[in-house]
């Protein structure tokens, strides 16, 4: 098995080369000139990591730079570690002293919610955590059997209801359930939704009312699933989220399908909120907790 740097490394294989690899190797043994700091914004935004993040990084970069009288390509490449280095928050997701913790995973269509909730399975019952997951994803039969498959290969029981069942229904009997079995953490997959439909933004606030109801202070933690690929598309679909549930924290999937790898500074500088998990491919030892050393590494070599 590939050492987790290494997975990082090749996920971000694609952000490296199509992005910020250009970077180390912007000054190409010419002088520093004002088009280098053009075409470093140009590339940082390019790495999709929106206009705001990438200018100021950019004017930081400048001030550093000439403070410093940095000339050399290496020199630049280490300040440029360092100035992505501190753009973005170690900041790991601890599980709430509560039994059980219940968890919801929302976000929109095929973002990879249900895989993440198998990934966050495994990772916690590594842990030596008493999982248990709830399919309150009614509105396709394929969706519940897609977390049963799940549940099988994981040996984590799945609490369903009937196709076409109210979610609201499905996630009350799973919270009552996992105290009643005295889990740890309950993980609630939820229905992908657009966030432009006004309707399922309400049903998905009434599976957090419902949460409450059946384990008040509940849920503990909601983690909303960006997927990588879509830039900054997905800041827009965040906001909304936010707008309609509490959220808690990022898991950003598919980095290593994505070039946009960037989009994980705008989303602390932007959206303000943490990246706990990403996921680093299909497989369920394919995640790992958002580390930004091992991130800034697999960006810039
Ligand atoms: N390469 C890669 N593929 C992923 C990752 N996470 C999920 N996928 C794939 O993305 C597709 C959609 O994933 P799902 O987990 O079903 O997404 P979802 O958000 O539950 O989808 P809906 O329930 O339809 O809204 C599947 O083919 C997954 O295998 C990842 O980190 N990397
Ligand atoms: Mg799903």
């Known amino acids: 098995m590939a050492s987790i740097i290494e997975k990082w490394k090749s996920s971000l294989g694609k952000t490296r080369s199509q992005a910020f690899g250009r970077i180390t190797t912007l000054l190409g043994g010419s002088e520093i000139s004002h088009e280098t700091w053009e075409e470093l914004e140009a590339t940082l ?4 990591m929106g206009h705001r993040t990438a200018n100021s990084i950019t004017s930081s970069l400048k001030r550093i730079t000439e403070f410093d009288g940095i000339t050399t390509q290496e020199a630049f490449n280490l300040a440029l570690a360092k100035e992505l280095k501190g753009r973005l928050l170690d900041s790991p997701y601890r599980l709430p002293d509560e039994s059980p913790v219940v968890i919801l995973v929302v976000g929109v269509n095929g973002s990879g919610k249900t895989t993440s909730i198998a990934k966050l399975g495994a990772y916690f019952q590594n842990q030596g955590k008493k999982v248990m997951f709830a399919a309150a994803d009614t509105f396709r039969a394929a969706a519940v059997d897609q977390l049963k498959e799940w549940g ?5 029981p799945v609490i ?3 196709e076409d069942a ?5 996630v009350f009997d799973a919270v009552t359930a996992a105290n009643n079995k005295e889990m740890d953490v309950l993980l609630v997959d939820t229905a992908g939704r657009l966030h432009t439909r006004f309707n399922l933004m309400e049903e998905l606030k009434k599976i957090y009312r419902v949460c409450d109801k059946a384990q008040p202070g509940s849920p503990h933690s909601v983690f909303l699933v960006l997927d990588a690929t879509t830039g900054q598309n997905a800041f ?8 309609a549930v509490r959220v808690d924290g990022i898991i950003l999937a598919k980095l290593d399908t994505s070039a946009k790898g960037g989009m994980a500074f705008a989303i602390q500088d932007e959206l303000n909120l943490p990246i706990y998990f990403t996921g680093l491919g299909e497989a369920v030892q394919d995640f790992s907790e ?3 050393d091992k991130f800034i590494q697999g960006i810039i070599d």
């Open 166 to 170: 109210d979610p609201g229904a499905v």
């Open 236 to 243: 827009q679909q965040a906001k909304i989220f936010k707008e």
């Open 290 to 292: 958002f580390d930004t």
């Open 160 to 162: 369903s209801g009937q």
């Open 45 to 48: 935004i390019q790495a999709d």
């Open 152 to 156: 099988k290969r994981l040996s984590i």
